[in-house]
């Protein structure tokens, strides 16, 4: 059974840094993609970015390029999410997702889901 359990949320001042995790179990990731997500009350669940097992690149959305950045950890089977220069619009629930072969920035194309983290950030 797939399990994703991220964590790292919490609550920062705007301009502050928080680095959020999701651990995966329950299979060989090695031909799946992991998403980031995020959905922020009365709001849509948004793409924040995504990342292969097998590739070192990411892919990011325009609203957090060049201040977020997906990394990860084969070897632990853990993903990270580094969150730089933080602002209260990146307030919200963060979930990361994985799916077989590429990423894609649409949520209904992953199938595991984590619990999700809550990110709040004070102006």
């Known amino acids: 059974q797939v399990q994703l359990v991220e964590s790292g949320g919490g609550l920062v001042q705007a301009g502050g840094s928080l680095r959020l995790s999701c651990a995966a179990s329950g299979r060989t990731f090695s031909n799946y993609a992991m998403g980031w997500f995020r959905q922020a009350p009365g709001k849509e669940r948004e793409f924040v970015g995504c990342?292969?097992?097998?590739?070192?690149?990411?892919y990011y959305a325009d609203s957090v390029k060049g201040r977020f950045t997906i990394s990860r950890d084969n070897a632990k089977n853990t993903v990270y999410l580094q969150m730089n220069n933080l602002k209260p619009e990146d307030t919200a629930v963060y979930y990361c997702?994985?799916?077989?072969?590429?990423?894609?920035?649409?949520?209904?194309?992953?199938?595991?889901w984590g619990q999700g983290t809550q990110v709040t950030v004070s102006s």
């Open positions: 990342i292969r097992w097998s590739n070192v690149n990411a």
């Open positions: 997702a994985a799916r077989a072969g590429a990423g894609s920035i649409l949520s209904s194309e992953y199938n595991y």
